[in-house]
């Protein structure tokens, strides 16, 4: 069974630093392509950032860029997503995503709210 659990949400200050991990199982994580996407309430979910499988291309949106910062650990099934210098535009619920063979896994999301 294909569990992807984000954890390390929460409310933090404008400038203020969060980092999100989720913990990926049942599935090949060293195959996989994972990715942090985001959606706030009416609008579509949006690409946040991505990393390849074995961690050397990294992707970011260029509302994100030189701020979040995604990583991986293979061995660890897991994948983060460090975010520095938070803008309250950056409210979401964050979810982990990962595409494997063919296939497409979604975690259950995890709020972010940056206050002024």
């Known amino acids: 069974q294909v569990q992807l659990v984000e954890s390390g949400g929460g409310l933090v200050q404008s400038g203020g630093s969060l980092r999100l991990s989720c913990a990926a199982s049942?599935?090949?994580?060293?195959?996989?392509?994972m990715s942090w996407y985001r959606q706030v309430p009416g609008k579509e979910r949006e690409l946040v950032a991505s990393?390849?499988?074995?961690?050397?291309?990294?992707n970011y949106a260029d509302s994100v860029k030189d701020r979040f910062t995604i990583s991986r650990d293979n061995a660890e099934n897991t994948v983060y997503l460090e975010m520095n210098s938070l803008k309250p535009e950056d409210t979401a619920v964050y979810f982990c995503?990962?595409?494997?063979?063919?296939?497409?896994?979604w975690g259950r999301g995890t709020q972010v709210t940056v206050s002024v």
């Open positions: 990393i390849s499988n074995g961690g050397a291309i990294r």
């Open positions: 995503n990962a595409r494997v063979w063919l296939k497409t896994y």
């Open positions: 049942g599935f090949t994580f060293s195959a996989s392509i």
